[in-house]
Nanobody
């Protein structure tokens, strides 16, 4: 069992930056792909970014490509999402998930955190 905890959310002005962290406890993240998803009020959960267990492969939602960077430090059991040039439409609860498959499909992930709120003001 892997317990997943997100941190780093907050309120930022448009154009600003935030770095989200996703930490694991119980078991290590090693061997698991990790994905970031987000959900805004009244909208469906959507894929943001994913990273393979080794960190060698990454994938991004088109609208965040070039602005967001996902990375991982397996020694620290932590995955990061660096978010730059934030836009009001990035406002959402950001959720981290771990699973055996490197995927953009949320159903492929087994372990989920509670989420961290990101609010971007215009």
């Amino acid at each position: 069992q892997v317990q997943v905890v997100e941190s780093g959310g907050g309120l930022v002005q448009a154009g600003g930056s935030l770095r989200l962290s996703c930490s694991a406890s119980g078991r290590t993240f090693g061997g698991y792909a990790v994905g970031w998803f987000r959900q805004a009020p009244g909208k469906e959960r959507e894929f943001v970014a994913s990273i393979s267990w080794s960190g060698g492969r990454t994938n991004y939602k088109g609208s965040v490509q070039g602005r967001f960077t996902i990375s991982r430090d397996n020694a620290k059991n932590t995955v990061y999402l660096q978010m730059n040039t934030l836009k009001p439409e990035d406002t959402a609860v950001y959720l981290c998930a771990a699973g055996p498959l490197y995927s953009s499909d949320w159903s492929g992930y087994d372990y989920w955190g509670q989420g961290t709120q990101v609010t971007v003001s215009s």
